[in-house]
Nanobody, 123 residues
Framework: QVQLVESGGGLVQAGGSLRLSCEAS????????MGWYRQAPGKQRELVAVVRAITSGGNTDYADSVKGRFTISRENAKNAVYLQMSSLKPEDTAVYYC??????????????WGQGTQVTVSS
């Protein structure tokens, strides 16, 4: 029905930058919140950043640990969300997952997840 495809992960040295991209496709009427989560080994999945739909104000929220270093944005025409990550730290190492709250043409609001992309920050 709806697929989220991520790209942009990889290996980077501490202090470096990476940009993650996620594009949704399928039976989409509209998308509410879009965001990024991450899960490090042995830890629970946590919210990194979220951007609301324009109809909900379009505001953004960030985890305290990434404020001032990460920037989330979305491109509604492409059903896409991006995460620009700067000043990366080893503790940012995790699998990053894209999330979207999607209302389909024949379905109510449902949560969809990308397959995950690995981000590794070396010290």
């Amino acid at each position: 029905q709806v697929q989220l495809v991520e790209s942009g992960g990889g290996l980077v040295q501490a202090g470096g930058s990476l940009r993650l991209s996620c594009e949704a496709s399928g039976s989409i009427y509209t998308i509410n919140d879009m965001g990024w989560y991450r899960q490090a080994p042995g830890k629970q999945r946590e919210l990194v950043a979220v951007v609301r739909a324009i109809t909900s104000g379009g505001n953004t929220d960030y985890a305290d640990s990434v404020k001032g270093r990460f920037t989330i944005s979305r491109e509604n025409a492409k059903n896409a969300v991006y995460l620009q990550m700067s000043s990366l730290k080893p503790e940012d190492t995790a699998v990053y997952y894209c999330h979207a709250g999607v209302i389909g043409w024949a379905t109510s609001l449902s949560d969809y997840w990308g397959q995950g992309t690995q981000v590794t920050v070396s010290s």
